[in-house]
């Protein structure tokens, strides 16, 4: 969580390696990742595609890009087509497949985005997230018995953030 602290050092130590060092791509990912975490989606957008332009097959990368641009409602194709390989080259990530899954929910293909998910939710069945996101799939696919069971199994976890808890609250008595 010392997001600033750390842009400022990997700021530095991309300042004392050439482009072309093994670590220059990593760094910027990192650094990426924490200006998204700060809040400055400019400077990371642009630290996450500029690690992907130096070394282009980097599953966290892919996913961690195409996930926020889904999670924007921005280039919904391209991030598709991201994750997409992200999940080809990183076979049963629960992360991974969970996104694959929620950027097909964000075009609207819930049977696709089932599929995914289902798999994330075996793959990691105790992260809330996952489970969110299985049950608001389930809901848009009329299945509102299990997307309750879902739902109701997120507030039975450890890891959920109250926000999410709050959120989940709403879902049981309104749907989506």
Known sequence: EYYQKSIKHYSLALQNITRDHFLFPKI??????????????????????????ILPDQPHVLNYLGYSWIDRGINTDKALEMILLANKLKENDGYITDSVGWAFYAKKDYISAEKFLQKAVEILPLDSIINDHYADTLWMLNKHIQARYFWEHVLSLDDIEQKLKDKVRKKLIFGI
């Open 28 to 53: 910027l990912d990192r650094r990426g990742t924490s200006y998204e975490r700060l809040g400055d989606w400019d400077k990371a957008e642009k630290d996450l595609k500029e690690s992907l332009k």
